[in-house]
């Protein structure tokens, strides 16, 4: 009861104020402390002239060692807080930051801006921001998918799998979390670089949000509007998605707003070939991403409604 309390009311910080810049410009964040760890150990243990077993094996240490110090540093910090009032604010405090609802939100409506404006310039910019794929290279329907992409996604990896792995796990979970979805997006590549020193990490991520990514998918399908077309979609299109998990919330999506997904694209100086999920929709339109932003600002009522239940039972 007392850790969903927790989770929620930092679900709710977040959602209020994020990250504060100022904060942010003073002591960074976690997740770039996460990274300079991660950083260091790619540059020293991922080593090009090591044959691949070698460089497999020193990824999967370099994941464990990173995932260790998280949950013994979350234990020990869990531990040190205790239980009763101020606990509870503490734990408040050290859950809100591990959660990117508003960052999410904002960064999305950043290209949601533009896009209604028809500024494709500015619109290319905001998006090079949240995925990986050349944004030279995108049309309007090509910067909206972009971003619904980013904002389904990030939902689960964002939002829900740190509450999930909070709820079973407290401080040590979500902290545990954090360190291996930030891992799969430093190191989770099929780059020359990364293919074997970041195998571990990714295939690590992949179990990590396997449940997570299929609450999202079932949350947004219930807050879609048109639940069982949703759910219909995901049930045919989920497995399609190159990602065993985010087809899930990518699918429901779709089907939420009525528009394809995914489908062929430049990503990493590659063309991919990626089939569309939910093709019978339409292309998407600049207005398609403000509408995705209400679909998520409502997947995140209904999971703090869920966590509320939780503490209340």
Known sequence: MTTSAILLLALAVDALIGWPDALYRKIG??????????SHMDKSLNRMEWHPP?????GLLTAAFIILICIVSGQIIQNAVGQGILGFLISVLLAWPLLASRSLYSH????AQPLELMDLRSAREAVSMIVGRDP?????????RAAIESLAENTS?????????GLIFGLPG?????????MDSMIGYKTPKHLDFGWAAARIDDLANWVPARLTGLIIAMMSGTPNTALQTIRRDAGKHRSPNAGWPESAMAAALGVR?????????KQT??????????DVEGSDVTRALAVFKRSMFCLAGLLAIVALI
């Open 29 to 38: 964040h976690p997740v770039t402390w996460l990274g300079k760890l991660i």
């Open 54 to 58: 070698t460089r497999r094996l020193m």
């Open 108 to 111: 999305v409506k950043d290209v």
């Open 136 to 144: 030279k290279q995108l049309d309007t329907a090509g910067v909206g």
């Open 157 to 165: 990896d964002g939002v829900v799998a740190p509450i999930f792995w």
């Open 174 to 182: 979500i902290l545990a979390y954090k360190a291996i979805n930030t």
């Open 261 to 269: 997904l995914s489908g062929p694209r430049s990503y990493h100086d």
């Open 273 to 282: 070939n990626d089939p569309w999920l939910y093709a019978e929709g339409r």
